[in-house]
């Protein structure tokens, strides 16, 4: 297994938002480094890793916690991982399990002195299996409700890695979002079968805007490519892609796992039981998700009833739908 210390030389891709980032306990703050490792199944590059990566990059450079890391590991490598980290002290392991959701419970189990907390599409187990959602539908839901009053062909698209109910829910936002504005609209829905291949992500994308649709939302890092090579629009999860994508992604539902991450640390700081579901710190009206656009490419009515919305979810009035059924 390949591990690699703070400061490694791969670039990450910013999140762009900074929401919680100096949020932390006293207790947490004062306390000595806390030994996190992170676990990623993907390279550090791929969208999901790289906010998870930066939170914890930026908590070792406060002095937080100490930050070791693998990437690109693999489901069948996985529980060994977990084990190895724990071996080595870690006293809090961060990652993700939606390849092996058994194994990984069966490994908490084995290490009750270490904390666990992973991206999960299950639940928490004992005392120190916890479990976080990428919530960031409540973005992808107002992107949503952009892009139906912008598609001129009246076809919007979706690609996606793979239906779980986490991606389900976010491209099922989307979709909900463009019909509540556009009930006509047709929302198409690819799954690309992994959760990091670009070029595939770019052929999915591709073959979308060849059945007509005009607007992507890029739930795999990818897809922008091919709403750039075509000239339409893109929308961008869970990180900033308009800087790199700047005259083609107009928006962003974005997510940021420094209010999870903080809450975790502040569990293992105090001693406290780790086996609890962390989902809610990542929520809009918690702080944990956003929406970022750039205005005036959306019609002026259009960002108006989005902003009315995005106020009402922020001030609990609204709820936006989770459907973790596959879109059809």
Do not use: C
């Amino acid at each position: 297994m390949t591990t690699k210390l703070l400061l490694s030389r791969r670039g990450v891709l910013a999140s762009g938002l900074a929401l919680g980032a100096s949020a932390f306990v006293p207790s947490v703050r004062a306390a000595a480094p806390i030994k996190v490792a992170g676990i990623h199944g993907s390279p550090v590059e791929n969208a999901w890793n790289s906010v998870l990566h930066k939170a914890l990059q930026d908590a070792a450079k406060e002095g937080v916690i100490e930050y070791v890391f693998s990437e690109g590991v693999s489901g069948t490598d996985y529980p060994r991982a977990m084990r190895e980290y724990a071996e080595q002290g870690a006293k809090l392991i961060i990652g993700e399990t939606f390849p092996v959701e058994k194994q990984a419970r069966e490994v908490a189990a084995d290490y009750p002195e270490t904390a666990f907390v992973m991206g999960s599409s299950g639940k928490q187990a004992g005392d120190n299996f916890g479990v976080f959602g990428t919530w960031n539908f409540d973005g992808a839901y107002l992107a949503g409700m952009l892009a139906g009053k912008m598609t001129k062909s009246n076809v919007v698209g979706s690609v996606g890695a793979m239906p779980i109910p986490e991606v389900n829910m976010l491209i099922n936002a989307f979709g909900a979002g463009v019909k509540a504005v556009n009930p006509n609209a047709k929302h198409l829905v690819t799954f690309i079968g992994t959760f990091f291949d670009p070029p595939k992500a770019r052929e999915a994308g591709l073959a979308q805007i060849d059945a007509g649709a005009d607007i992507l939302f890029g739930e795999r890092i990818g897809t922008a490519d091919a709403a750039k090579e075509r000239k339409i629009k893109s929308i961008g999860s869970l990180i900033d892609y308009t800087p790199r994508y700047p005259d083609t992604v107009f928006a962003n539902a974005l997510w940021n796992f420094r209010p999870i991450l903080n809450a975790a640390l502040a569990d293992v700081a105090a001693g406290k039981p780790t086996g609890r579901d962390y989902t809610a710190y990542g929520l809009m009206k918690e702080g944990g998700s956003d929406i970022v656009y750039v205005k005036g490419v959306a019609p002026a009515d259009a960002e108006a009833a989005m902003e009315a919305k995005r106020a009402e979810i922020k001030a609990g009035k609204f709820e936006v739908p989770k459907i973790m059924d596959e879109p059809k």
